[in-house]
């Protein structure tokens, strides 16, 4: 009997291979300058913004500040259970790069330490059926629990053996594990923290991308690829969908990360005119007597924030009407 057995469906379009060559372009490009290593503060915050948007899309209702604060030892006004989400989620990504990504044993441990407190279930396979529901509405019937740790094998041995490309292996785990939703509570954000650990496994920049930001700013368009790759019972979409958020989030690392003397001079100047005061980006471009927005986004205002000088007044709302900008 074949060793590798298990196939998911799944089809590779001129899409996802053009997606993939950006990506690895980038990621070169990011490689050969590569500030991430040598700035804790970056990853650190990076992690902040990863742990913060995976438990929103979750519903968790604490702010990035909050987060922040929980991070530094801070005691925060909060619901116990999300406070708890937040602490357990840290603890769980401290310990994940150690973590094999292709073994049930290091999967139900990492869930255990992601749901502490949160489930009586947590490091365990569910014990009984699970629907995954928009309101009342049921959009997908998860495959009985009983069967539920074969079909994790069997996935967990496809990802270990097949000599698909890394990129592409990681969103069809990710979409698979979602179709079989081995666990009461936490799938979602077990799913997107496996993917990490794949990619991980591949290039260690991944460990400190915070993917989870712009999915949750695609939140709708995340669940509604998820239905409808469970319809067309092939995860293209999908793949396209996540691998498109990898390369948008990579992009905007690379203006960060590709800062030049010039750039340099360019964030100066935009600290210098802030002052002590919150400003808008029409305000910003006014006192620096800048027209072309996009040139603005790019040279002065993402490279500032993306190195901690400048930070959001309203950061769970990045396109928000009335967001300002301040120094931090």
Not at 72 to 83: D, Q, S
Not at 111 to 134: I, N, P, Q, Y
Not at 135 to 142: F, S, T
Request: net charge positive; hydrophobic share 40%; with cysteine.
């Amino acid at each position: 009997m074949s060793e590798n057995k298990f196939i998911p469906p799944y089809t590779i379009s001129d899409k996802i291979v053009n997606l993939i060559s950006q990506i690895t372009e980038i990621l070169t490009k990011i490689t050969i300058n590569d500030k991430m290593s040598n700035s804790p503060k970056l990853r650190r915050d990076n992690r902040i913004r990863t742990i913060q948007a995976s438990l929103a899309i979750e519903n968790n209702s604490l702010s990035i500040n909050q987060v922040t604060d929980i991070a530094n030892g801070k005691r925060i006004l909060g619901a116990p259970k999300e406070i708890c989400e937040v602490k357990n989620a840290f603890e769980a990504y401290d310990k994940l790069f150690i973590l094999n990504p292709f073994s049930n044993k290091d999967l139900l441990s990492a869930h255990k330490v992601l749901m502490k407190d949160l489930t009586d279930e947590a490091g365990k396979f569910r014990s009984g059926g699970v629907g995954v529901f928009a309101e009342e509405r049921l959009i997908h019937m998860a495959p009985p629990a009983n069967i539920v740790p074969g079909l994790l094998i069997e996935l967990m041995n496809w990802a270990k053996n097949s000599e698909v490309h890394p990129l592409i292996k990681s969103c069809v785990f990710h979409y698979e594990f979602e179709f079989i939703h081995p666990f009461t509570d936490g799938n979602g954000r077990m799913g997107r923290m496996w993917q990490t650990l794949i990619l991980y496994k591949w290039n260690k920049l991944f460990g400190w991308l915070p993917i989870e930001t712009l999915i949750r700013d695609r939140q709708s368009e995340y669940y509604d690829v998820l239905g409808t790759c469970d319809r067309s019972a092939d995860s293209l979409e999908f793949i396209e969908f996540i691998l498109t958020t990898i390369r948008d989030v990579l992009r905007e690392i690379a203006i960060t990360d590709q800062v030049t003397d010039q750039v340099t001079d360019q964030v100066k100047k935009l600290l210098f005119i802030m002052g002590d005061v919150s400003l808008s980006t029409n305000e910003l471009m006014k006192k620096l007597g800048l027209k072309h927005r996009p040139s603005f986004r790019k040279y002065y205002l993402m490279p500032a924030l993306r190195l901690g000088y400048i930070e959001m007044t309203i950061p769970d709302k990045p396109s928000s009407g009335n967001q300002k900008y301040r120094k931090v």
